[in-house]
């Protein structure tokens, strides 16, 4: 038995971290804001109006409309 290994691997370059693998989607931060009448802010109860908000939500307005039954956007003080 003559194994005859040849190693011919070079050492990797000291700091170099691994890259993670490509392809895949950038998770979405947790702490996202809810915009007002989003899909996902009426899912978490909020209950501001969706029309009214769709400037907004757009860019068109810098102000919401929150209302004031809404618990995700009106926070109690
Ligand atoms: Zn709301």
Known sequence: ?????????????????????????T?????APLLPGSPAAR?????CSVLANAAYRCGASTSPLIEP????HLEPT
Do not use: D, I, L
């Open 1 to 25: 038995m003559s194994s005859t290994e040849p190693s011919t691997e070079p050492e990797a370059p000291p700091g170099r971290p691994p890259a993670p693998a490509s392809g895949t989607s």
């Open 27 to 31: 998770p979405a931060p947790a702490a």
């Open 43 to 47: 899912a978490a109860g909020c209950a």
């Open 69 to 72: 039954t809404c618990v995700v």
